[in-house]
């Protein structure tokens, strides 16, 4: 078991506002949180894809089958459990951006921003991505890290559009345009949610990886591999 620095170690003089914390917590954290999501969203195409429940229960309650209200509380715990992983992620990029910035080299992003800029109107699509590709570039994530950010943020945006195009079934009223919207949301989900969480590990592995190599650590000792 590695034992890791102190909390408050920072890397360089340049960066002393700038703390280094080893990302371990908040990653395992996040990445239960994001597990159980997994597990709800795939319930929830299962259960859409068996009994096309979704469009009789939110057309016709009254007429729907049994498994209906099984998927609206699949679906509604879902939505819950999405806005808690949203907070907690923006807590997690906080805290990669700051380890990021620990390492002394200059960044156009601030850290304030990874957390905010989740949450802003409009620009919580576009700014996100510049900013945690920017902290894995900076931990070492190099191409590959950049590509895996890009995948991540294209799922969480088309996901989002899926739910955008199951408000508008769901005026629309009609059955299949329902199922077949629900399908795409939750599947967009599904997928976003899996290469979350490949990407909160590999953000963990970069940023101990550099931090031990900053630190002047053996090579033998200084990785635990994701």
């Given at each position: 078991?590695l034992?890791w620095?102190?909390?408050?170690?920072?890397?360089?003089?340049?960066?002393?506002?700038?703390?280094?914390?080893?990302?371990?917590?908040?990653?395992?954290?996040?990445?239960?949180?994001?597990?159980?999501?997994?597990?709800?969203?795939?319930?929830?195409?299962?259960?859409?894809?068996?009994?096309?429940?979704?469009?009789?229960?939110?057309?016709?309650?009254?007429?729907?089958?049994?498994?209906?209200?099984?998927?609206?509380?699949?679906?509604?715990?879902?939505?819950?459990?999405?806005?808690?992983?949203?907070?907690?992620?923006?807590?997690?990029?906080h805290?990669?951006?700051?380890?990021?910035?620990?390492?002394?080299?200059?960044?156009?992003?601030?850290?304030?921003g990874?957390?905010?800029?989740?949450?802003?109107?409009?620009?919580?699509?576009?700014?996100?991505?510049f900013?945690i590709?920017?902290?894995?570039?900076?931990?070492?994530?190099?191409?590959?890290?950049?590509?895996?950010?890009?995948v991540?943020?294209?799922?969480?945006?088309?996901s989002?559009?899926?739910?955008?195009?199951?408000?508008?079934?769901?005026?629309?009223?009609?059955?299949?345009?329902?199922?077949?919207?629900?399908?795409?949301?939750?599947?967009?989900?599904?997928?976003?949610?899996?290469?979350?969480?490949?990407?909160?590990?590999?953000?963990?592995?970069?940023?101990?990886?550099?931090?031990?190599?900053?630190?002047?650590?053996?090579?033998d000792?200084?990785?635990?591999?994701?």
């Amino acid at each position: 078991m590695l034992r890791w620095p102190e909390r408050g170690f920072s890397m360089t003089d340049q960066a002393s506002k700038h703390r280094w914390v080893d990302p371990g917590g908040i990653t395992r954290f996040l990445a239960i949180t994001v597990g159980v999501l997994i597990v709800m969203k795939a319930a929830a195409l299962i259960l859409t894809l068996v009994s096309g429940a979704s469009a009789e229960y939110m057309t016709a309650p009254e007429d729907s089958d049994a498994e209906a209200p099984a998927l609206r509380a699949v679906l509604d715990m879902s939505y819950f459990l999405i806005l808690f992983a949203y907070l907690i992620g923006a807590v997690w990029a906080h805290r990669v951006a700051v380890n990021a910035h620990s390492f002394g080299v200059p960044m156009r992003h601030g850290t304030a921003g990874a957390f905010w800029w989740f949450f802003a109107p409009v620009a919580g699509y576009i700014m996100p991505y510049f900013v945690i590709r920017e902290a894995a570039h900076v931990s070492g994530g190099g191409p590959k890290g950049r590509r895996l950010v890009l995948v991540w943020w294209l799922l969480f945006v088309a996901s989002n559009m899926g739910l955008t195009l199951f408000l508008v079934a769901f005026v629309d009223g009609d059955p299949g345009f329902i199922v077949m919207a629900r399908l795409i949301g939750d599947a967009l989900a599904l997928a976003g949610a899996v290469v979350f969480m490949a990407l909160l590990f590999q953000f963990q592995f970069w940023q101990r990886t550099k931090f031990y190599a900053a630190a002047g650590y053996p090579p033998d000792e200084a990785v635990e591999t994701p």
